[in-house]
């Protein structure tokens, strides 16, 4: 099991996470068309280049979406009861196709479950940066972790 119990945590831990990922024009293309999402800016290379960013800009779906997975082995895999929320989502700057992401975490705070006793709640602030070091994601999302057998 990669990801860590409630116990595991402390407030403070830093994790950054191994696997990067350089967004490809058929991850932008293929999930913008599965989540019917039909943005001349993420779709249609002319009308992106006449745009401000000139070249087509990455579905930011996609981005908040690459930056929790990018950080899933390392937090809550087999661990995780449910995602409860995410929260702040910004992204500063835009994505483009060629684009290499990583993926930093920082735990900011943990509670116990008052409803389950057999969990406790872990937030964790993810950021999602790219080869320019600039962050291009960044939220807080509170998941709902196992404990430790008693």
Known sequence: MAG???????????????IH??????????FSTMTHNPQPLHLDAEAAKASE?????VNGTFTF????GL???????????ANLGYDKLVMPKPVFIGDTMRAETE???LKESRSRPT??????RHELINQRDE????????????????
Not at 53 to 57: A, L, S, W, Y
Not at 65 to 68: D, E, G, I, S
Request: aromatic share 6%; hydrophobic share 45%.
């Open 107 to 109: 735990v900011t705070e």
């Open 71 to 81: 950080s899933v082995s390392d937090t809550t895999l087999g661990t995780l009861i």
């Open 4 to 18: 860590r119990c409630f116990e595991d945590w402390t407030v403070g831990d830093r994790i950054i996470h191994e």
């Open 53 to 57: 960013f000139g070249q087509i800009i």
């Open 21 to 30: 990922r350089t967004v490809t024009e058929t991850d932008n293309l293929l």
């Open 65 to 68: 979406a690459l930056m929790v």
């Open 119 to 124: 969990a406790g709640i872990v937030t964790f």
């Open 135 to 150: 962050v291009v994601c960044r939220c807080l999302r509170s998941a709902l972790l196992t404990r430790r057998p008693q």
